[in-house]
């Protein structure tokens, strides 16, 4: 039997205070990612926060933005702050969810191709089974050697390399309909 809960990566106020932020892309991502969060709350699903931390700058807890981006309202089950691209190093996760039995992990938050790509990988190498509702991420352009990739090409690319390979790919509606 699967049991599941849903790992919500770095959605922080750190964001906010780099320089890349754009709100392009936020109405849709929060519309998305709260209708994720209440549906596995009202199934009893756990929800679980995960706080990226660095030493200095807006990520480092002395610059009190490790925390909820003001549109969250829900109570996490469980918050974990990692120092890595991966929600598990170092952090607790892993015993936590393998206490609690379970063995299916749906993923959402910040960054798509960075934070959440990586976690879905490690979960996937871990022997969890992982939906990746990238309708329920947000990232931004990033450019190198002249070319930039827009969010949508990025959002592509990502589901392409995980798909059938690390992670289902699940929109928000599909995701809670498996889960029902």
């Known amino acids: 039997m699967s049991r599941s809960a849903l790992i919500n990566i770095d959605t922080q106020q750190s964001f906010f205070h780099r320089d890349y932020w754009q709100e392009e892309d936020l109405p849709a991502f929060q519309q998305a990612i709260t209708q994720l969060i209440s549906g596995c709350q009202d199934l009893k699903i756990p929800v679980v926060d995960i706080f990226h931390v660095d030493d200095e700058g807006p990520f480092s807890l002395a610059s009190g933005y490790v925390k909820a981006m003001p549109f969250l309202q829900h109570q ?105």
Request: glycine residues 4%; contains cysteine; negative net charge.
């Open 76 to 180: 996490a089950d469980v918050a974990f702050q990692k120092h890595v691209h991966n929600a598990f190093t170092d952090t607790g996760l892993d015993l936590w969810l393998r206490s609690r039995d379970v063995n299916h992990l749906i993923i959402c938050g910040i960054r798509t191709e960075q934070c959440c790509e990586t976690t879905t990988r490690v979960a996937s190498d871990l022997g969890y089974r992982v939906s990746f509702v990238s309708e329920a991420m947000l990232t931004f352009p990033m450019s190198w050697k002249g070319v930039t990739l827009d969010t949508q090409t990025l959002r592509h690319r990502t589901e392409t390399v995980l798909a059938g390979r690390f992670a289902e790919i699940q929109t928000v509606a599909e995701c809670l309909e498996s889960l029902s």
